[in-house]
């Protein structure tokens, strides 16, 4: 389910560089505040709409494989009194390989990977695809639906069943037509699996695009804190927000363009984080299954983010 998809990857951010203090995070959404379109038009069914965005993310999915794109990570570490300590700037080459979707690392703070530290990265990436594969593969012979690394998928209807989808209206983001719809996780649901349980504790608000029924746009918190194995594992901070915005590339697919978050996180009791975190996405280009670049392929123009 695309919804799912995406909060996972979301959630990747929170393991990776925590979140956004309070104060950067309203100025951030203030640069994309939404407007509020025109309500001529009967509203599209919720369920319908949002079973529509599911399939649409599939066949996103098959046209995203075919592209490849950079991302910029920024993580601002913070003290206890809220004051910057540390800032680091990752940059990293996304694409897919063999259906499996790869993050590999290009840049450290500006600095080019060492040989060294590039066969590692790459030796990484074909440890974690093999893995990817390996649980698809594991997945579908127990006829179990699940996302391209493996992970146990969520549909439309599994999400009503743990939450509401409420309050349809037409918002334009830019000059996008969009419907916005709340969403909040049903505290009291039986859930079967740690993704079911991160949706659980959700709440927030997707914008879906009129004409395409896809994402535009993520916001949501966590209602309660959350823990993985009792907290031992990791724990996320209650009302840790996030994020997400996609634009569409080359007139055919839509692509994320920028996670924020804000809130905490905390790992294996010997780690933890607080400050601020942002991945913007640029330079979007068409590439055959080798991962070579296409001649000619030039980076596509960024367009106003919604």
Request: glycine content about 8%; overall charge neutral.
């Amino acid at each position: 389910m695309a919804i799912a998809h995406k909060i996972r990857t979301v959630l990747l951010l929170f393991a990776g560089c925590g979140a956004l203090s309070n104060s950067s995070y309203a100025q951030a959404a203030a640069v994309d505040s939404p407007g509020t379109a025109s309500a001529d038009r009967p509203l599209p069914d919720i369920v319908a709409m949002m079973q529509d965005v599911e399939t649409n993310q599939r066949k996103a999915e098959k046209i995203e494989k075919d592209y490849i794109y950079r991302s910029v990570e920024t993580r601002q570490e913070v003290d206890g009194s809220g004051q910057i300590k540390k800032t680091t700037v990752n940059e990293y080459d996304h694409y897919w390989v063999d259906g499996v979707p790869v993050r590999r690392l290009v840049k450290k703070d500006g600095k080019a990977l060492s040989a060294g530290e590039i066969a590692k990265e790459d030796e990484r990436n074909d440890q974690e695809a093999a893995q990817a594969r390996e649980k698809r593969d594991k997945a579908d012979s127990q006829g179990k639906a699940s996302n391209p690394r493996g992970d146990d998928e969520i549909t439309v209807s599994r999400l009503l069943e743990l939450g509401a989808f409420t309050n349809p209206r037409r918002v334009q983001l830019n000059s996008l037509d969009t419907i916005a719809v709340d969403y909040a996780g049903d505290p009291k649901a039986k859930t079967r699996n740690r993704a079911e349980e991160v949706i659980r504790d959700l709440a927030g608000t997707v914008w879906v695009d009129e004409q395409d029924h896809v994402l535009v746009r993520v916001e949501g918190h966590f209602l309660n804190a959350f823990k993985v194995g009792g907290g031992l594992i990791a724990s996320v901070q209650k009302d840790t927000r996030f994020l997400m915005v996609q634009r569409k590339v080359n007139g055919e697919v839509w692509l994320p363009e920028r996670i924020e978050g804000q809130g905490a996180f905390h790992a294996l009791l010997f780690f933890g984080f607080s400050g601020s975190g942002q991945i913007a996405n640029s330079d979007y280009r068409k590439f055959r299954a080798t991962a070579t670049v296409l001649p000619g392929a030039a980076p596509i123009p960024a367009s106003p983010v919604p």
